[in-house]
């Protein structure tokens, strides 16, 4: 009996012995956890107590803290443009983001020409952006940028990529775009065409058109069964979480999410592995075709010739693919919510697009070629992009410290960012009617007349000017003399008046834009062009 009870105390602490041994490492990984919480919640409640210098409890740090605007305004950039605009220096200085917002033209011409050299991207604004965009040419300064804009340059303007640009474009148009707006404007009996989406459909488009420009590759996400293409979901969600690090008053937060590697930072590091498998797996592909030298017309068999670093080649694509995609469908989706509510203006480029190019236009060359031509197209299309820049704001950080053409002292470090959002409604830039959508304004004895760019940054201006910005212009008109001659645009339950953004690197309508389509009767025997 004794030896039994024995033999039994001895199984059981070695029972109990295996038991423990076995749950160490949960154990361990559960104090581990407390103590990193506990650790990073005390630092947190640290920086809070410092009140650091910045600090500020004016009225209007009040209220971005607070989001009390939002009581008034439905979206904050139209809270910063109402206090641009009441601001005599029209400049602004949000103190809790270490952040002097302008909308005045001088200070934009201070900050992009005359003291180019001490206002570069900064390492603030290159670290929100690094996971996604790496040493791309939008987050670089110095000789990297430099570098890329010399190349990027080169083989934008060369008549090869641009032949190239308007054959993807023209395709998109004939066998996807056009096609499926046919689709969306059949109405059965007794009932309307159905409501489609076209801001997302326009996203789509331009997603096909600049990864077949940018890597040759064809996603396919305008097909008409109109697919969820896993790697554009990717970039978006990339984008979108990306963007909202910015508006995070202390990046610390930000950056301790990334280091534990939860909530949002972990969505993101997803979608950026996502996007970096196969952006990976398509530059290992033209490596093995020979890139340019095998005849790739697209950028990245262009840049081959000149970059060895398989990851640096990504980071420039990527940035491009980011600028041809998102603005373009951002300032598409845009004029078509201004041209529902403004039917005469539809009518205007209809009747310049017959007399440029004729009744019966075709996507050829040739047709792309006229586009130069269609002066009211330009002006409307400028007109839409003064009141609704795809890129709202443009952020700087100050080498050294400067005082700005208004007076403003800005000390070394400090964020300064000028609004084109603001800009374009400011009456002071555009005069009393700057609310209206206008696009006569452009115009001089029926010819288009550019802007100064200072005052119209939605391109930037100075050294880092858009070198997309003709490429961007070619597909926009495109699109527009397409679409509105052949189909018209209403939009539902949307208005230009009362717009409702989503937070993102460029502008997004919330909710998207829904409209209904409606097919164009044939005008004088000839067909719509397709």
């Known amino acids: 009996m004794v030896m039994a009870a024995e033999t039994g105390a001895a199984a059981l602490r070695d029972a109990a012995s295996a038991l423990a041994s076995s749950m160490q490492p949960q154990v361990a990984a559960v104090f581990f956890v407390s103590a990193a919480c506990t650790v990073a919640l005390a630092a947190l409640l640290a920086v809070l107590r410092m009140r650091p210098p910045w600090w500020c409890a004016c009225p209007v740090c009040e209220a971005y803290l607070t989001a009390?605007?939002?009581?008034?305004?439905?979206?904050?950039?139209?809270?910063?443009?109402?206090?641009?605009?009441?601001?005599?220096?029209?400049?602004?200085?949000?103190?809790?983001?270490?952040?002097?917002?302008?909308?005045?033209?001088?200070?934009?011409?201070?900050?992009?020409r005359a003291r180019f050299d001490n206002y570069p991207k900064g390492a603030p604004f290159s670290a929100i952006l690094a996971d996604f965009l790496g040493r791309g040419i939008f987050n670089v300064d110095g000789d990297a940028w430099l570098f890329q804009r010399k190349l990027a340059a080169a083989e934008l303007a060369s008549p090869a990529l641009r032949a190239f640009a308007v054959r993807v474009v023209a395709s998109e148009l004939r066998s996807r775009l056009i096609p499926l707006l046919h689709s969306a404007s059949r109405e059965r009996e007794g009932e309307e065409g159905r409501v489609l989406d076209l801001q997302d459909v326009f996203r789509r488009f331009a997603f096909d058109c600049i990864c077949k420009i940018s890597?040759?590759?064809?996603?396919?996400?305008?097909?008409?069964?109109?697919?969820?293409?896993?790697?554009?979901?990717?970039?978006?969600?990339?984008?979108?979480?990306?963007?909202?690090?910015?508006?995070?008053?202390?990046?610390?937060?930000?950056?301790?999410?990334?280091?534990?590697?939860?909530?949002?930072?972990?969505?993101?590091?997803?979608?950026?592995?996502?996007?970096?498998?196969?952006?990976?797996?398509?530059i290992r592909q033209r490596r093995k075709l020979g890139g340019a030298a095998s005849g790739g017309s697209d950028l990245l068999s262009r840049f081959m010739g000149s970059i060895n670093d398989d990851k640096y080649l990504r980071d420039i694509v990527v940035s491009f693919m980011l600028a041809g995609r998102d603005t373009v469908a951002s300032a598409l989706t845009a004029f078509f919510l201004l041209l529902s509510d403004h039917p005469e203006v539809a009518a205007a480029i209809r009747d310049e697009a017959t007399r440029v190019a004729g009744d019966d236009v075709r996507l050829t060359a040739s047709t792309f070629?006229?586009?130069?031509?269609?002066?009211?197209?330009?002006?409307?299309?400028?007109?839409?992009?003064?009141?609704?820049?795809?890129?709202?704001?443009?952020?700087?950080?100050?080498?050294?410290?400067?005082?700005?053409?208004?007076?403003?002292?800005?000390?070394?470090?400090?964020?300064?960012?000028?609004?084109?959002?603001?800009?374009?409604?400011?009456?002071?830039?555009?005069?009393?009617?700057?609310?209206?959508?206008r696009p006569e304004r452009w115009l001089q004895n029926g010819r288009f007349v550019p802007e100064n760019p200072y005052r119209y940054p939605v391109f930037q201006a100075g050294a880092r000017v858009c070198i997309g910005k003709e490429l961007a212009l070619m597909e926009m008109k495109a699109v527009i003399v397409a679409v509105v001659r052949s189909f018209d645009i209403e939009a539902t339950d949307r208005s230009s008046r009362r717009p409702k953004f989503a937070p993102g690197l460029t502008a997004t309508f919330a909710g998207g834009l829904p409209v209904r389509v409606r097919r164009r009767a044939r005008v004088s025997g000839h067909n719509p062009p397709i």
């Open 215 to 282: 890597f040759g590759l064809d996603p396919g996400c305008l097909e008409l069964s109109m697919p969820v293409s896993s790697f554009e979901r990717a970039f978006d969600m990339a984008s979108t979480l990306s963007a909202r690090r910015a508006t995070v008053p202390m990046h610390i937060i930000w950056k301790l999410k990334r280091l534990l590697n939860f909530g949002d930072e972990r969505r993101l590091r997803d979608a950026v592995h996502l996007v970096d498998t196969l952006a990976a797996e398509v």
């Open 68 to 112: 009390s605007w939002a009581a008034d305004f439905d979206n904050l950039c139209d809270w910063y443009a109402h206090l641009l605009r009441t601001s005599p220096a029209q400049t602004v200085h949000v103190h809790v983001l270490r952040n002097v917002l302008t909308a005045n033209p001088a200070t934009v011409d201070h900050m992009l």
């Open 369 to 437: 070629n006229k586009l130069k031509g269609m002066h009211y197209v330009h002006a409307a299309l400028s007109e839409s992009m003064r009141l609704f820049p795809p890129v709202q704001f443009d952020s700087k950080f100050a080498a050294g410290d400067d005082t700005l053409p208004d007076g403003t002292a800005v000390a070394k470090g400090t964020r300064v960012t000028y609004h084109a959002y603001a800009m374009g409604r400011m009456e002071s830039v555009w005069g009393p009617d700057c609310g209206e959508f």
